[in-house]
T-cell receptor, first 114, second 117 residues
Framework: AQSVSQHNHHVILSEAASLELGCNYS??????LFWYVQYPGQHLQLLLK??????LVKGIKGFEAEFIKSKFSFNLRKPSVQWSDTAEYFC????????????FGSGTRLSIRP | DTGVSQDPRHKITKRGQNVTFRCDPI?????LYWYRQTLGQGPEFLTY????????KSRLLSDRFSAERPKGSFSTLEIQRTEQGDSAMYLC???????????????FGPGTRLLVL
């Protein structure tokens, strides 16, 4: 069965620090990969997605993620975080088929100290 | 606002009561998904519709749960004889028709938070 692992449950950083959130998935076939973000009191929003092509994908608000197929990883990065990045971040995967449920990781809570 | 909407946003009920939630997808999105999210966890898939057809149901969806999408537009999720373990956030998502590979993006609504006392 597919699964998604996010190893960091809670990350605390100071403003301007660099960020990397780990994500590994288990599925042998072709997958689509996503990072969703949930700001306090708001609903899930798509941060970025990978379907095919360049394994380094850029999303909104300066976030990027790199798909490394050999490591089954899709880590999220941002060179310099801001206080407004405080949120819960979810890595997710679905099978590359005509329609498919998304499997989410358990999330990483990011707290930014001003 | 043309995003996914859900109603109600909050529901408190007593154990044993029935509850029904509604989801209105983004206009012309033919796929609609229901997920459940409990505290400290990511959303878990419950079921999905393509137009009015319910194409997949999770094992999480017990016999007490039923979902419909009668006209291929809005959807309802009903929970009968609620239990305390049903307390969670129920999320709806929709996605547009895609051509070729399944490169679909799901857009989520704000959720309905259910508390069963």
């Amino acid at each position: 069965a597919q699964s998604v692992s996010q190893h960091n449950h809670h990350v605390i950083l100071s403003e301007a620090a660099s960020l990397e959130l780990g994500c590994n998935y288990s599925y042998g076939g072709t997958v689509n990969l996503f990072w969703y973000v949930q700001y306090p009191g708001q609903h899930l929003q798509l941060l970025l997605k990978y379907f095919s092509g360049d394994p380094l994908v850029k999303g909104i608000k300066g976030f990027e993620a790199e798909f490394i197929k050999s490591k089954f990883s899709f880590n999220l990065r941002k060179p310099s975080v801001q206080w407004s990045d405080t949120a819960e971040y979810f890595c997710a995967v679905n099978r590359d088929s005509s329609a498919s449920k998304i499997i989410f990781g358990s999330g990483t809570r990011l707290s930014i100290r001003p | 606002d043309t995003g996914v909407s859900q109603d109600p946003r909050h529901k408190i009920t007593k154990r044993g009561q029935n509850v029904t939630f509604r989801c209105d997808p983004i206009s012309e999105h033919n796929r609609l998904y229901w997920y459940r999210q409990t505290l400290g966890q990511g959303p878990e898939f419950l079921t999905y519709f393509q137009n009015e057809a319910q194409l997949e149901k999770s094992r999480l969806l017990s016999d007490r749960f039923s979902a419909e999408r009668p006209k291929g537009s809005f959807s309802t999720l009903e929970i009968q004889r609620t239990e305390q373990g049903d307390s969670a956030m129920y999320l709806c998502a929709s996605s547009p028709r895609t051509s070729g590979r399944g490169e679909e993006t799901q857009y989520f609504g704000p959720g309905t938070r259910l508390l069963v006392l």
